[in-house]
């Protein structure tokens, strides 16, 4: 997964901060912190997927309103 920002006019700040925005959308950071932290029961990953799911409707509906 190569995500590249390119630099213009010399702006670094912004070209990191489109590097990192790009990171985020694609999920980077997350999949590397499931991996470090190795296995995790079927039951325990069902029930993390879920809450995340809650969290993510409870935010759309604040931003909805």
Do not use: F, H, W
């Not at 997350?30 to 990953?45: A, C, F, I, L, M």
């Not at 879920?50 to 935010?59: A, D, F, L, P, S």
Request: glycine share 8%; aromatic share 2%.
């Amino acid at each position: 997964m190569s995500t590249v920002a390119k630099v213009k006019d010399g702006n670094v700040e912004s070209a990191i901060r489109a590097l990192k925005q790009k990171n985020a959308r694609d999920g980077l950071l997350k999949k590397v912190r499931e991996r470090q932290n190795g296995y995790k029961k079927p039951g325990v990953r069902k029930r993390e997927k879920k809450e995340e799911g809650i969290k993510n409707t409870r935010k759309r509906e604040r931003n909805n309103r």
